[in-house]
């Protein structure tokens, strides 16, 4: 008998799709809960800035016409804070598109792709549609001070002739681990030219570190390197869906032609443009994040789990037992968390990071999970 599957491109009949966190409403309909919290997709606790919303306001009145395609304000703004041409930025629809569209012009059937082994989930999908080949790398072992983390010698160790792309997140979700500047620096410099090297830096706002790096400043000097940074995270527009890579123009050109015409609708290019000059918004997010981050560790110290060192704005625990019942316990006192079974850790959950309060009820709801 015919099935639609059978008309669809070999690498995408056995795709297994991203699995998002769990709504607030779809908790709060499915277990009849209300007042829950949702701290399993790293959002902003803070929300939107003011800026912003006041940007969102007043171009609330030009959505009946369609979005500059090329997003020349945004750009300009981009350019000058990363001190490049805007012909080196291609927008996206959150970083998530243009790490589509990197897959999209550079791989191919016969080409691979490296990524570590607990790497962002969207680098395997947006592989293997193309109908590329994806080698994960094995992570760092535990017992290693960044347990789980990018084995950039096992990645190395991965590339071949044929590998077009290799994807580099840092810091990492969902492990939260982080690789410095010298020896990410060598990685890329010893990786041949004709592989393009994308430094994934969605969370790199949240670490203050000076032995991290800032990918963009080795954009002359490394013309297959491409970054790409988000305004999901520290700048609270995750709903609006904007993000950005910088990389060679000619990089930036070939990825332009993949590029759907107006991928970031005007209210999102207003937003994101505002937030830039939002410095206080972004301040106070970071000062927020690292409280938060002190009383999540604090608190955890005292619970039976695991916990990965993070730079990001999240931690990621071992419940050392499988952790969908704890998830689903957490849930049922209205406190929503990330599983990361389709990560390969089927003992782990993700915290992201709230306001106090918000923390103070996710490690109660954590502790009481865990007695079960």
């Keep these: 008998m015919f099935s639609p599957k059978d008309l669809a491109a070999p690498p995408v009949r ?3 799709p991203y699995v998002p ?25 803070l929300g939107t800035g003011k800026l912003a919303l006041a940007a969102l306001a007043k171009a609330a009145g030009d959505i009946a016409l369609y979005p500059d395609s090329n997003g020349f304000a945004l750009k300009q703004a981009l350019a000058r804070k990363h001190d490049c041409d805007p012909a080196c930025i291609t927008l996206g629809n959150g970083s998530n598109d243009v790490l589509v569209m990197i897959a999209e012009a550079f791989l191919t059937p016969g080409s691979e792709a490296v990524y570590s082994q607990y790497g962002f989930a969207i680098y395997p999908i947006a592989i293997q549609a193309t ?24 990645m190395r160790r991965e590339v071949n002739e044929r590998t077009r792309v290799v994807f580099v997140a840092n810091p990492n979700n969902p492990t939260g681990t982080w690789l410095e500047a010298a020896p990410l620096r060598a990685f890329i410099d ?83 443009r505002a937030a830039l000059d939002d410095e ?11 409280a938060g981050m002190q009383q999540l560790l604090s608190g955890l110290a005292q619970l039976p789990v695991g916990i990965s060192p993070s730079r990001g ?25 990330r599983p990361v079974g389709n990560y390969q850790l089927p ?26």
């Design 14 to 16: 056995t795709l297994a």
């Design 21 to 45: 966190g769990k709504p607030l409403e779809e908790l709060e309909r499915e277990y009849g809960i209300r007042d829950s919290i949702k701290l399993a997709s790293n959002e902003n606790p």
């Design 131 to 154: 109908g590329a080949t994806a080698r994960a790398a094995s992570a760092l072992p535990a017992g290693h001070p960044m347990a789980l983390g990018h084995d950039l010698d096992a």
């Design 190 to 272: 010893a990786l041949p030219r004709s592989t393009l090297v994308v430094l994934d830096e969605a969370y790199t706002e949240y670490v203050r570190d000076p032995a991290f790096p800032n990918g963009s400043y080795w954009l002359t000097a490394c013309p297959n390197l491409v970054v790409t940074r988000s305004f999901s995270k520290a700048y609270g527009l995750a709903g609006l869906r904007v993000g950005y890579a910088l990389s060679h123009p000619e990089v930036a050109g070939l990825l332009n032609r993949v590029r759907q015409a107006f991928n970031v609708n005007s209210l999102a290019l207003a937003a994101a």
């Design 280 to 290: 206080e918004h972004l301040r106070a997010t970071i000062a927020v994040n690292d």
């Design 313 to 337: 704005n999240f931690v990621l625990i071992d419940c050392r037992r499988p952790a969908l019942p704890v998830y689903d316990a957490m849930l049922r006192q209205g406190v929503i968390v």
């Design 347 to 372: 003992n782990h959950l993700r915290l992201t990071i709230g306001t106090q309060a918000q923390n103070r009820r996710m490690l109660e709801a954590l502790r009481a999970a865990l007695a079960i």
